[in-house]
């Protein structure tokens, strides 16, 4: 059961980067793929976001003296969301998979002290892995330590390949940015440690503020948004309710002076 399951994962991961570095060749441009790991956690009892601050000002100087600087990490607090959620989560990257894995090994052998800390505020129930590609740049200017991401699992629909659900994602893009929709968008394609998977991708919206994500719900509900979703997405991709989170970046990957 759980070698099948592995093999249905790896076979819908590969086909899908597989269309992900076509479709980028023919739109002319390098396909923008990174591994992106998650963790969901709660805190301890007694323990809260001071505590953790603490925790991430220490991992932070460790980092530092580790010459750690291909690592990108924000937190996650949610902000809107159903019933079962979670008190934090964790959002970590790198521009390739060698180089997370490098990380990874890094932490196991000389992060035992930074690990006993998070593990003294946090209490951890999944460590997921997701192949992730960028679709639309954020329109925005600035690099604010404070951001709005949001997310939402997404299926083909029956009849449907993936092939058709990044056409019409494609088109629903090039209207956002000619309409002047606010958001950055990705796909996170599910590779390792997440359970039932029911879905075959997340997309996922970033704004620089709750202000810009509200300009976007009001032209999406009384702009024409929802109609013109309607009609390049509405018999392609199925999407379940939309969670939001307010991130704080706690760690950026260091570019060249």
């Known amino acids: 059961m759980k070698t099948t399951y592995i093999v249905q994962v790896s076979a819908l991961l590969a086909a899908t980067l597989g269309f992900a570095a076509t479709w980028a060749q023919e ?13 969901t956690c709660n805190y301890n009892k007694g323990q809260g976001p001071a505590d953790l601050e603490k925790v991430i000002t220490g991992w932070n100087a460790y980092m530092d003296e580790q010459g750690t ?8 607090t949610p902000h809107y969301f159903g019933g079962e959620t979670f008190d934090l989560g964790w959002l970590g990257a790198a521009p390739t998979g ?3 894995g490098a990380g990874a090994d890094s ?5 035992a002290k930074q690990a006993a800390a998070f593990a003294k505020v946090l209490s951890c129930d999944s460590h997921s892995n997701y192949a992730t590609m960028q679709l639309k740049e954020s329109p925005g200017q600035s690099s604010p330590d404070n951001i709005v991401l949001t997310f939402t ?3 083909a629909m029956t009849g449907k390949t993936m092939e058709d659900v990044f056409t019409a994602m494609d088109a629903w893009t090039e209207y956002t940015i000619e309409s002047g929709y606010r958001n950055g968008a990705w796909v996170m394609f599910p590779a390792y440690g997440v359970d039932d998977v029911d879905f075959d991708f997340k997309l996922v919206n970033g704004y620089d503020s709750h202000a810009d994500m ?4 009001d032209q999406y509900a009384n702009g024409g948004g929802y109609q013109k979703h309607a009609e390049l997405l509405g018999d392609t991709l199925a999407c379940d309710v939309t969670r939001v989170y307010d991130g704080v970046i706690r760690r950026r990957i260091a570019t060249a002076e």
């Open 107 to 111: 932490w196991i052998t000389n992060g």
């Open 153 to 155: 699992s997404c299926s």
């Open 214 to 217: 509200g300009r976007d719900y």
């Open 27 to 39: 739109s002319s441009e390098e396909p923008v793929i990174y591994p992106v790991e998650t963790y």
């Open 69 to 76: 600087g291909n690592y990108f990490a924000m937190t996650l």
């Open 98 to 100: 060698e180089e997370l």
